[in-house]
């Protein structure tokens, strides 16, 4: 795809962006960013089995920024956890348009590495409210 199109899809996440805005009860709700730069990503999570079945996002900064929320809000919602765990960045940066945000890469991958840290926090507090098994402590 040529760079004009990667232009103009990130462009319709930030102008248009999808899954934007808070959701109560979220189960974990984490923030993450480059605040020194001013992108800020919230993504609120509601899980149902392990799936991600409603994914929000708040924040603010620039348009990779903002757009990569929506794209990756957009992407995860109604899929298993283990698909964010196993996300790498590049392949982010590739869905974005790698010749378009090569030089934001820390922009671009924001909303990824705050969505991957919520499924962390999700996991945790599954493991905090689990009971322990006969001979098993939990610590």
């Known amino acids: 795809m040529d760079r004009q199109y990667y232009i103009d899809f990130l462009l319709d996440h930030y102008e248009h962006p999808r899954n934007k805005g808070p959701l109560e009860n979220a189960d974990v709700t ?8 001013g992108d800020v990503v919230t993504m609120h999570v509601k899980f149902k089995d392990d799936v991600l079945e409603k994914v929000r996002f708040e924040g603010s900064g620039c348009t990779i920024s903002q757009a990569g929320a ?31 945000v090569t030089s934001r890469v820390r922009c671009a ?3 990824l590495g705050t969505l991957k840290a919520a499924v962390q926090e999700y996991r945790k507090q599954q493991l905090q ?9 939990r610590s």
């Open 70 to 100: 929506s794209i990756v809000a957009e992407h995860f919602e109604g899929r298993p956890a283990s698909e964010v765990e196993e996300m790498g960045f590049e392949e982010i940066v590739d869905t974005m348009g790698k010749e378009v």
């Open 109 to 111: 991958t924001v909303a």
């Open 129 to 137: 409210t689990e009971p322990a098994g006969p001979g098993q402590s």
């Open 30 to 37: 984490v923030s993450g960013g480059n605040p020194g730069c």
